[in-house]
């Protein structure tokens, strides 16, 4: 308070005229300090003019989300010398915080300079809450129906509409105009147009619902003429007359959704079906070589024990047992090839986002999955990030551990599939957790073993394919028991996917 005081008005007529208004009147200098505040003023906040003076208004009766626009406020009028309406909180001495509608404007030095802005505001408490109240009028009512994705039409007992909404006139092609005091039969086609009108008579005299508060899917009709499929859900409501109120969404668009859902589910399926055909016959591979390494080296021992022996054809049984390694050799190296082969073609590495992949296989494992009453939560770690990884192969395993749970929930009295995702020093870990009926001793020992199965339909190649999967990711997949019942899966991959960091953690 330095320059800018308000000495000429002090004592003044004016200022007294200031000083008993009901109006909030406030002065701030050039700097934003308060050099006037009057009665009114001191009243609302409970501040008096000796706390007030010389302080700046944001220092202590604005909130703090509002300090900023309040400055800006102010410089504008500083800079701009322009009259400003605004709204914004003060808070009392005692935190309360008041709407007050300001009305702001400069007050000029003789040489025509801003010495002075004056506000003058309302406090508009409570006629905001007034407003609030008006919320719940029609008009806000409309507002709603008018915002609503779905087309709402009311009509009244003969079936004459009464509103139409904005979503009606996109779906029906009607303006509201053309469909108010229409019978509702104009957005009906035919055979139904005429059946309508029995059964709202029917409804009407025995109260049988058979329409009434029911989803329904039916045709429409456009103004066009073109019918398209809605899902219908219609009530009544009592507003001095009977009204019905029906709800209709456009199913075209979602049919056309629909397929092409179909679509990807059909291809992801098929990518599976040829990704589990390679893992599958790399996996008879690998376990036919096995015996075939040891036939070749059995045959190989008796052919040189028969060596040591006299018998006639010796000479021949030998060779023929050298042709039988030799054979058995061949095999082994076309199986090895094969293999090698199926490995080489099938992966396509590259960094994923680790969540994202679980979410879809997750979605994805729950569309075709009979999930009936299941309870599924996910908890997928932030900055879990991303690792290399096939992400077709990836949403295999985890598809496949999906439904392993629900399958083993099936029986179960508490259905719950917890499924989470968390990075660790240097790999990722998914977890597949159930409540399922969880492994004996003899399952446990087995399940990575391909085709053992406990179930009538199993292929048993689930687990097998996964771990040949983990496998080629240098991950690790192990099966974790649980003190409750139930099993919980890990996947671990290494972060980046080159190391080995999963299998020494
Ligand atoms: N979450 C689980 N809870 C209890 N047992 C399980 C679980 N997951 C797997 N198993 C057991 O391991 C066996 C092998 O599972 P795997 O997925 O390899 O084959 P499957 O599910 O029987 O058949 P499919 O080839 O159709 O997957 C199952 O039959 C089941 O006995
Ligand atoms: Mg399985």
């Known amino acids: 308070m330095t320059e800018n005081t308000l000495e000429e008005l002090d004592g003044s007529f004016a200022n007294q ?44 009766l604005i909130l703090d989300e509002e300090i900023d626009a309040v400055r800006g406020a102010f410089e504008a009028l500083n800079a701009e010398n322009t009259p400003s309406h605004f709204i914004n909180y003060w808070k009392t001495k005692d935190g309360a915080p008041r709407i007050i509608e300001w009305s702001n404007n ?31 009028s029609k008009s806000f009512l409309r507002a709603i129906v008018g915002a609503s994705p779905v087309a709402i039409i009311t009509s009244n007992e003969k079936g004459t509409i009464l509103s139409f909404s904005r979503k009606a006139e996109a779906i029906f092609g009607f303006k509201e105009n053309e469909a108010l005091g229409q019978n509702l039969t104009l957005i009906i086609p035919e055979p139904d147009r005429l059946r309508h009108d029995q059964y709202l008579n029917h409804y009407l005299e025995t109260g049988e619902r058979r329409i009434m508060g029911k989803a329904r899917q039916v045709t429409a009709v456009k103004k066009s003429g073109e019918r398209f499929p809605v899902v219908i859900h219609v009530n009544e409501f009592h507003d001095g007359v009977r009204v019905f109120v029906g709800f209709i969404e456009d199913l075209s668009e979602q049919k056309v959704t629909e397929r092409r859902l179909e679509d990807v589910k059909n291809q992801l399926q098929h990518i599976g079906r040829i990704g589990a055909m390679g ?11 096995q015996p075939l390494t040891a036939a070749a080296s059995l045959a190989g ?34 199986i090895r090839q094969m293999r090698d082969f199926m490995r080489k073609r099938k992966t396509a590495k590259s960094l994923h986002d680790v969540n994202h992949v679980v979410e879809e296989a997750i979605a994805i494992a729950l569309i075709g999955a009979e999930a009936g009453g299941v309870h599924v939560t996910t908890d997928l770690g932030a900055n879990v990030g991303e690792a290399s990884l096939d992400r077709i192969q990836i949403q295999q395993v985890v598809i496949n551990l999906i439904r392993n749970s629900i399958d083993a929930m099936q029986d179960a009295e508490k259905k719950h599939l917890a499924i989470s995702t968390a990075k660790k020093s240097r790999f990722i870990e998914i977890k597949i957790s159930d409540t399922g009926h969880g492994l004996s001793d003899d399952v446990k020992k087995r399940l990575f073993e391909p085709f053992f199965t406990t179930k009538e339909e199993g292929m048993g190649i689930g687990l097998s394919i996964s771990k040949s999967i983990i496998d080629a990711h240098q991950g690790e997949i192990t099966a974790i028991e649980k003190e409750s019942p139930g099993v919980i899966f890990s996947i671990k991959l290494p972060v980046g996917g080159h190391d080995k960091a999963a299998k020494s953690q």
């Not at 309302?122 to 008006?134: F, G, H, P, R």
């Not at 024990?305 to 030998?318: G, M, N, S, W, Y």
């Open 301 to 334: 021992a008796v052919s040189l024990t028969l060596r040591k022996v006299e018998f006639p054809q010796r000479d021949d049984a030998i060779s023929h047992l050298n042709e039988t390694v030799s054979e058995i050799r061949r095999a082994s190296e076309i």
């Open 279 to 289: 893992e599958i016959a790399a996996t008879i591979a690998h376990e036919l070589n």
């Open 106 to 136: 400069t007050l000029k030095d003789e040489d025509g300079a801003i010495a002075y802005i004056l506000g003058t505001g309302v406090d508009i408490t409570e006629s905001k809450s007034k407003e609030a109240a008006l919320y719940e």
């Open 17 to 60: 005229i200031l000083e008993t208004v009901d109006t909030l009147v406030v002065i701030l200098n050039r700097h934003g300090e308060i050099v006037f505040f009057n009665r009114a003023c001191q009243l609302l906040t409970g501040f008096n003019a000796g706390e007030a003076l010389g302080r700046k208004v944001w220092d202590f």
